[in-house]
């Protein structure tokens, strides 16, 4: 599924931007992977409040995201360079998804992540 949304933004801005639509694709796929995790964790932070079970502290559930986040970064690096783009750029099948909407949904999954963090 995230595969289809990378293609989906690299296909979309390559036509305006040539180049730097790899760019923007892997900004766009690091954005949303790492706001869904953001609130998966927020989530279960939240869960875990009102249940009055004492998971992890703030300090590191901070750090715990950090370090995924980076290797969200880098795994989207490693996959998404070069041969592996070009397969998936083959395979694809050409579904028309609106760019406003898919852009919407890493920021929307940000903001249920910060409204879950006001829980604490």
């Known amino acids: 599924m995230l595969d289809n949304y990378y293609i989906t933004i690299f296909n979309h801005y390559k036509k305006v931007f040539g180049k730097k639509s790899i760019t ?29 079970i004492s ?35 083959a395979k694809s099948k050409r579904i028309h998804t609106s760019i406003s909407l898919l852009w919407l949904i890493p920021i929307g999954c940000f903001t249920m992540a910060f409204i879950l963090l006001q829980v604490q």
């Open 24 to 52: 923007i694709a892997l900004l766009y796929i690091n954005a949303l992977e790492i706001s869904i995790a953001l609130a998966l964790g927020a989530f279960f932070m939240a869960f875990a409040s009102q249940m009055k």
């Open 55 to 89: 998971v992890m502290s703030s300090s590191k559930f901070w750090v715990l995201f950090t370090l995924i986040a980076l290797f969200i970064i880098s795994k989207n690096w490693m996959r998404y360079n070069g041969k592996k783009r070009t397969i998936l750029n």
